[in-house]
């Protein structure tokens, strides 16, 4: 699950002009860039963990821009609606993406129900973002977090994504099936890739890398971030969503 800071952690070298265009967000610290979307070609996923049962919800993002595709993980929160992180909505160039398939529910990368994005919308506290599709996604969706309490420090939690499978090139290894890892939250009051409140987590048995942007941290069954960044060895960080629920409820109506 980790990707280049700002940058959509893809395949650096597949895709030559890549490295460049994602630096636009490179305003990340070294140590932890963004976990960002991967251009086509790339081929991301948890680096370790394990493969995982898809509980639904969670949503594969394709955009497409100048030639590329952007890779992230996301999640379904309502029939319609689909919780990512913020930086995942922007190619190579800084503009927004406005083409972007979603496959909802399945274990594989481009399998279960898809869907095209109708509009888009970003949070300006932090790292999270809402995609409204133009047709049904589903009906099973993520309990989203309602206060900040439902992320402790030292609790066991749960990511998912189908980012890079290794630290180097990960563009070119990115899972075709969706992969899990445990993680131990480290500290609830962190910042993400954009200030926002964030939720920082040790990884020991799996690194969140390119692709997994986006995707869910789940404690107790309830998705209580966004995958934001990471330092594809030892730490990440997800965007809140307990601090963004007022937002998401109000864009949303979920």
């Keep these: 699950m980790r ?11 597949v895709l030559a002009g890549s490295c460049a265009a994602f630096a636009t967000l ?33 949503t594969r993002f394709n955009g497409h821009a100048n030639g590329y595709t952007f ?9 319609r609606w689909v919780l990512t992180a913020k930086h995942c909505m922007y190619d ?15 274990n594989s990368a481009s399998g279960g129900v898809h869907a095209k994005a109708a509009s888009t919308y970003v949070y ?20 989203l977090a309602t206060s900040s309490s ?22 070119s290894h990115q899972s075709s099936v969706l992969k899990q890892a445990s993680v ?26 390119g692709g997994d942007s986006g995707g869910p941290m789940l404690d107790g069954g309830v998705q209580v971030g966004v995958c934001s960044t990471s330092d594809r060895s030892s730490t990440t960080t997800y965007g809140s969503v307990a601090a963004g629920r007022s937002w998401i409820r109000q864009v949303s109506g979920v």
């Excluded at 990340?28 to 976990?35: H, R, T």
């Excluded at 131990?184 to 890398?209: H, R, W």
């Design 26 to 58: 490179a305003a990340a610290p070294a140590s932890a860039a963004p976990v960002t979307p991967l251009p086509p070609d790339a081929q991301p996923s948890i680096i370790g963990g394990s493969t995982a049962q898809n509980p639904g919800y969670i």
């Design 3 to 13: 990707e280049n800071p700002g940058r959509f952690v893809r395949a650096a070298a």
């Design 150 to 171: 439902d992320a402790t420090e030292g609790d066991a939690a749960r990511v998912y994504g189908w980012g890079a499978t290794q630290s180097t090139d990960e563009g």
């Design 124 to 143: 300006s506290g932090g790292d999270l973002a809402l995609i409204k599709l133009n047709t049904d996604g589903g009906s099973t969706f993520a309990r």
């Design 184 to 209: 131990e939250i480290s500290d609830t009051g962190a910042s993400d890739y954009f200030g926002g409140p964030a939720i920082e987590a040790y990884t020991p048995n799996g690194a969140v890398a």
């Design 92 to 106: 190579n160039n800084g503009r927004r993406l406005s083409d972007i398939d979603l496959y909802i529910g399945s």
């Design 71 to 79: 890779f992230c993980t996301s999640t379904l929160i309502g029939t």
